[in-house]
């Protein structure tokens, strides 16, 4: 069936790393994918999202390639701040109409000054 | 800040008592969506309604039960709820489906304990 796998975490990093969060998905058609962040006590954001083969997102430092070869979708940012901890979830919806949003699990980012 | 605002922030309700989530959004959006939320997880899907009409229901128990008065508001009623059911419910609007490259915006949610 569809499925959205990201990278185990936690992920623990310094402030002005480079950062790193794989995301691959197996699916039927052609999925939208999107990167949503979740900051502690809150509902979760839309980061960035790519709705067809070869599209960039990118928003706040964060970018992401649709990339059709692989079925991934990786997120990356140049440099992370201590106030990028939060978790981040990998996510796709399939073309038709169930609006139905498949999640990876989430990764846990902690960024230590 | 927010544009899918949930009240209550927080509830604690006993397994006899009957409360409701409320959900309200002014984007225009015709596709609202319930979600549950357990500690450390991703969002699992409850309810979507598509121009106020259920049109999936992840086989939730009967004992949540939603309303879509109008095309802005979304409520989740519940009735004789588990501690099993303490979670982190979130709320969430798009664009109507079938374009489903439309992203979901989600509320900050309601957590829900159970006593």
């Known amino acids: 069936g569809d499925s959205v796998t990201q990278m185990e975490g936690p992920v623990t990093l310094s402030e002005e790393a480079f950062l790193t969060i794989n995301c691959t998905y197996t699916?039927?058609?052609?999925?939208?994918l999107f990167w949503y962040v979740q900051y502690p006590g809150e509902g979760l954001q839309l980061l960035l999202k790519?709705?067809?083969?070869?599209d960039k997102g990118s928003n706040k430092g964060f970018e992401a390639t649709y990339r059709k070869e692989t079925t991934s979708f990786h997120l990356e940012k140049g440099s992370v701040q201590v106030s990028d901890s939060a978790v981040y979830f990998c996510?796709?919806?399939?073309?038709?109409?169930?609006?139905?949003?498949?999640f990876g699990q989430g990764t846990t980012l902690q960024v230590k000054p | 800040d927010t544009e899918v605002t949930q009240t209550p922030k927080h509830l604690v309700m006993g397994m006899t008592n009957k409360k409701s989530l409320k959900c309200e959004q002014h984007?225009?959006?015709?596709?609202m969506y319930w979600y549950k939320q357990k500690a450390k997880k991703p969002p699992e899907l409850m309810f979507v309604?598509?121009?106020?009409?259920?049109?999936i229901n992840e086989s939730v128990p009967s004992r949540f039960s939603p309303e879509c008065p109008n095309s802005s508001l979304l409520n989740l009623h519940l009735h004789a709820l588990q501690p099993e059911d303490s979670a982190l419910y979130l709320c969430?609007?798009?664009?109507?489906?079938?374009?489903?490259?439309?992203?979901?915006?989600f509320g900050d949610g309601t957590r829900l304990s159970i006593l």
């Open positions: 699916a039927t058609g052609y999925p939208s």
């Open positions: 309604y598509s121009y106020e009409k259920l049109s």
């Open positions: 996510a796709l919806t399939l073309s038709g109409n169930t609006g139905k949003l498949i």
């Open positions: 969430a609007s798009s664009q109507i489906i079938p374009n489903s490259n439309q992203p979901q915006h």
């Open positions: 790519a709705t067809k083969a070869d």
């Open positions: 984007m225009g959006h015709r596709a």
